[in-house]
């Protein structure tokens, strides 16, 4: 059991498991927009943001990054696409799926973009309360 735990630290450890500024993007567990609001929060926070997803949420990752360029908000820096082993219990053996990272940067309107979209939330507010 012993092993099993070292190996799994030692994938954890040797990987760039977990980045602060990356997501993981699922076709199935969140709305779209739930991670293009997340994207913005990141770069807000880290300046840049990596986007990955495997398989049949590639489509959805490539949207999210389309949105955030086509609005002004970001700029490409990197791209890059892979295929990883999968372990597949049913079939025993490992299958592979595609794999994409996005690497998204800050435009140089990114903040005032960004002020601008909270202001028009607050005047909407303000209207809503009066």
Same mark, same amino acid.
């Given at each position: #059991?012993?092993?099993? /735990?070292?190996?799994?630290?030692?994938?954890?450890? *040797?990987?760039?498991?977990?980045?602060?500024?990356?997501?993981?993007?699922?076709? /199935?567990?969140?709305? @779209?927009?739930?991670?293009?609001? %997340? $994207?913005?929060?990141? #770069?807000?926070?880290?300046?840049?943001?990596?986007?990955?997803? %495997?398989? #049949? !949420?590639? !489509?959805?990752?490539?949207?999210?990054?389309?949105? %955030?360029?086509?609005?002004? @908000?970001?700029?490409?820096?990197?791209?890059?696409?892979?295929?990883?082993?999968?372990?597949?219990?049913?079939?025993?053996?490992?299958?592979?799926? *595609?794999?994409?990272?996005?690497? %998204?940067?800050?435009?140089?309107?990114?903040?005032?973009?960004?002020?601008?979209?909270?202001?028009?939330?607050? $005047?909407?507010?303000?209207?809503?309360?009066?």
């Amino acid at each position: #059991m012993e092993e099993i /735990t070292d190996g799994v630290n030692a994938i954890n450890l *040797a990987g760039e498991s977990h980045k602060k500024n990356r997501i993981q993007v699922s076709n /199935t567990k969140k709305p @779209l927009f739930f991670y293009v609001n %997340l $994207a913005k929060r990141y #770069m807000q926070q880290h300046n840049e943001v990596e986007l990955s997803a %495997l398989g #049949m !949420a590639i !489509a959805t990752v490539v949207t999210i990054a389309e949105i %955030l360029k086509n609005n002004g @908000l970001a700029v490409e820096k990197k791209i890059m696409t892979s295929t990883v082993d999968i372990k597949d219990d049913s079939r025993g053996r490992p299958i592979q799926k *595609a794999k994409i990272e996005i690497l %998204l940067g800050k435009t140089e309107n990114f903040d005032e973009l960004m002020a601008a979209a909270a202001e028009e939330r607050d $005047a909407g507010d303000v209207e809503e309360q009066s």
